[in-house]
């Protein structure tokens, strides 16, 4: 086993999470997988070991490879590797790296279109097996086990404390439950005298104020400039609570018991993978809209059917289902 992958992809942090149980099957073809992706990511896909190195898609050597004018130094390093996995609808991006290296290059769209109900990582999964860089389109559930149980150990141990971790954000307000419904999760959660935190994205500091303004005010709330400061606060999290976002899939992919509110975004194609993903999303008659259907809706039936109550049964359920009860 002595071929290096290398992989190019210029997705969100969902788009790029969603890939690393198939990353982690890769690993037992591929001494050595690296990656060209945002550098926040990339630091994070290294924390996390799924990737060995990762180079900045933003560094001015590898924006040339969107030029058709190619930088030294991005041909040296594409050239340094056995096969290249390019995620990209272009395929005149295909043909310009095609033209400095005399490698394989396997490209796949970066997701499936939208008109298919199949599932983000299965359709990684089927790509990577019909061209034998593994060896079936099986989802990896023990290489993942595996892969938690020697990253993160037992987690019980690592806490004492039963801190709920809340992520009232996305990518899109079209995906957010009403800031309104996780106030009264927070407040219950208060008198209950459960620990639970915060985490505000950088572009939803708005939301930072309506939670210090509506709940107690020694409220730990989190705006992590690095993706990586993530990892040792979900680390010591028992259970997390947020939308159809990039870093919901990241707690679910760290093995963090996750209880997540899907709306227009279809969870039979982004629910994440994980050991314990609770989806929830109202029974209406709507098809899941947001990759294909008008842009705004005015009666978000699919969101707003989900109540706190709703929400904190499961999460309470779900506590004691993993022993984790407070």
């Not at 097996?129 to 086990?145: F, G, M, R, S, V």
Request: charged share 25%.
């Amino acid at each position: 086993m002595q071929r290096k992958l290398l992989f190019i992809h210029q997705g969100a942090i969902g788009d790029i999470v969603s890939l690393f149980p198939a990353i982690i099957k890769l690993k037992e073809k591929f001494r050595q997988i690296d990656a060209i992706c945002n550098k926040n990511i990339g630091e994070l896909a290294c924390l996390l070991k799924i990737t060995d190195k990762t180079y900045p898609v933003e560094a001015a050597f590898f924006s040339s490879l969107f030029s058709g004018k190619v930088d030294s130094v991005a041909a040296e390093i594409l050239r340094s590797y056995d096969e290249i996995l390019l995620f990209s609808y272009s395929a005149e991006f295909e043909n310009t790296i095609s033209s400095i290296i005399q490698k394989r290059i396997y490209r796949i769209s970066p997701r499936p279109d939208a008109t298919l109900e199949i599932h983000i990582l299965s359709y990684i999964l089927k790509f990577l097996a019909q061209n034998k860089l593994i060896d079936n389109d099986n989802l990896p559930e023990k290489q993942y086990h595996d892969y938690l149980t020697k990253e993160f150990g037992n987690r019980k141990a690592q806490h004492t404390e039963s801190k709920i971790i809340i992520h009232p954000g996305s990518g899109s307000t079209r995906k957010n439950w009403p800031v309104s419904n996780y106030i009264n999760v927070c407040e219950n959660l208060d008198s209950k005298k459960i620990c639970y935190e915060v985490i505000i994205g950088p572009a939803e500091y708005d939301l930072a104020e309506i939670f210090k303004k509506n709940l107690l005010s020694n409220i730990k709330i989190h705006r992590p400039a690095k993706l990586s400061e993530l990892v040792p606060l979900l680390k010591q999290s028992r259970g997390f609570i947020g939308n159809d976002s990039g870093i919901s899939h990241l707690a679910a992919f760290m093995g963090i018991p996750a209880i997540l509110i899907f709306g227009p975004s279809n969870p039979k194609r982004w629910k994440p993978f994980g050991r314990f993903v609770q989806i929830l999303r109202s029974q209406t008659g709507c098809i899941p809209c947001f990759e294909t259907g008008k842009q705004e809706c005015k009666d978000p039936k699919c969101l707003n059917g989900i109540t706190p109550e709703i929400v904190l049964k499961t999460l309470y359920s779900g506590m004691l289902k993993h022993n984790i009860a407070p």
